[in-house]
T-cell receptor, first 116, second 110 residues
Framework: DTGVSQNPRHKITKRGQNVTFRCDPISEHNRLYWYRQTLGQGPEFLTYFQNEAQLEKSRLLSDRFSAERPKGSFSTLEIQRTEQGDSAMYLC??????????????FGPGTRLTVL | KNEVEQSPQNLTAQEGEFITINCSYSVGISALHWLQQHPGGGIVSLFMLSSGKKKHGRLIATINIQEKHSSLHITASHPRDSAVYICAVISNFGNEKLTFGTGTRLTIIP
């Protein structure tokens, strides 16, 4: 397994356009997380899935943001009507829920979004 | 006040020096992660711990649950250790999300 992958790695878009990012987790991992990181800051939680169910969404996730994980494998994060404030690195992580719920999260390389 | 605070924010040291990065948190936690982030964004989990001490190579992580404090130590530091080190916690409120500190930028000079 090659770990968590994210596509695209970089995206430049004009304000008002829609963008979609994809995350492919480690194959047997049932949990998938989306985080956002702006320059000079630590990542911030956006949302997470257990299998195909979206279990929690941050207040940061406005109605312009939607995330799906339709078959419990890959996930997509869509941003509609992008704004310059959406420029950030979008990170995906996955983990395998075990007997302890504090399982290590493995991170993808991130998608860097620039909104002009 | 952030739930997770790290110090220092920036640290520059000579190769070979012993490095300590500190993390304090204000919530009850079930686990704490130390993560390493290199330029370009890739994040690697170094340690996950809920008590005591863990060691991996030249890296040592300790946690004191009563004091809500953790430290990451690097012995015999090397320029390839230059990165941002991030502390992140999982609260014990039942959700599994990580709450991150703002990171410590470490630069090791040859």
């Amino acid at each position: 397994d090659t770990g968590v992958s994210q596509n695209p790695r970089h995206k430049i878009t004009k304000r008002g356009q829609n963008v979609t990012f994809r995350c492919d987790p480690i194959s047997e991992h049932n949990r998938l997380y989306w985080y956002r990181q702006t320059l000079g800051q630590g990542p911030e939680f956006l949302t997470y899935f257990q299998n195909e169910a979206q279990l929690e969404k941050s207040r940061l996730l406005s109605d312009r943001f939607s995330a799906e994980r339709p078959k419990g494998s890959f996930s997509t994060l869509e941003i509609q009507r992008t704004e310059q404030g959406d420029s950030a690195m979008y990170l995906c992580a996955s983990s395998l829920q075990g007997s302890s719920y504090t399982d290590t999260q493995y991170f993808g390389p991130g998608t860097r979004l620039t909104v002009l | 006040k952030n739930e997770v605070e790290q110090s220092p924010q920036n640290l520059t040291a000579q190769e070979g020096e012993f490095i300590t990065i500190n993390c304090s948190y204000s919530v009850g936690i079930s686990a704490l992660h130390w993560l390493q982030q290199h330029p370009g964004g890739g994040i690697v989990s170094l340690f996950m711990l809920s008590s005591g001490k863990k060691k991996h190579g030249r890296l040592i992580a300790t946690i004191n649950i009563q004091e809500k404090h953790s430290s990451l130590h690097i012995t015999a530091s090397h320029p390839r250790d230059s990165a941002v080190y991030i502390c992140a916690v999982i609260s014990n409120f039942g959700n599994e999300k990580l709450t991150f500190g703002t990171g410590t930028r470490l630069t090791i000079i040859p």
